[in-house]
């Protein structure tokens, strides 16, 4: 790969299809009812939504265990984004093997980062590592098209009363 290639980016809906190689993950997570959350001292509300985390899997599996950990339900909460996994559904995940997360973060710069701290606690750039993701916000053109690519329309979300 040339240095100055752009880090190829996939989507997944789901963990099985994630390489066992390290990498950086968005996570696309959607919460039916609002949510209290906490990120070190800091406590906030998120309010019923689709929102993004930015994350890094450099462990042993890679992407593939992380992603896989964090589709499923009933584990111990270990990182801030545990809270929003337990009570929300995770839709999918956009990949880069090789990425780093904060360069995932920044290129969703123009979302809002609803609670400071979050998944960023020992992250020197990023205010937050998660956003939120409005239901008609646009995404960057390589993450359209990734989403495409893997033919992924996300499930409208569920109205109150439903
Ligand atoms: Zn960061």
């Not at 890094?56 to 499923?72: C, D, E, I, K, T």
């Not at 839709?91 to 904060?102: D, K, L, P, T, W």
């Not at 993450?143 to 893997?150: L, P």
């Not at 992924?152 to 439903?162: A, K, L, S, T, V």
């Amino acid at each position: 790969m040339r240095l100055s290639e752009t880090p190829r980016m996939d989507f997944i809906a789901s963990a099985d299809r994630a390489p066992p190689c390290p990498g950086a993950y968005a996570l696309w997570l959607r919460l039916a009812a609002p949510l209290a959350v906490r990120a070190g001292a800091n406590f906030g509300a998120l309010g019923a939504g689709d929102y993004l985390y930015c994350g890094s899997a450099n462990g042993p599996g890679g992407l593939r265990a992380r992603l896989a950990r964090h589709m499923r339900k009933d584990r111990r909460a270990h990182w801030h984004v545990d809270q929003l996994t337990a009570e929300g559904a995770v839709i999918g995940a956009f990949i880069v093997e090789g990425g780093s997360e904060c360069a995932l973060n920044a290129a969703l710069s123009d979302l809002p980062a609803p609670l400071p701290g979050f998944g960023s606690s020992d992250c020197p750039r990023c205010v937050s590592h998660l956003r939120y993701f409005p239901r008609l916000a646009r995404l960057p053109y390589d993450w359209e098209n990734a989403r495409k690519a893997a033919k992924f329309i996300p499930p409208p979300p569920q109205m109150e009363g439903d």
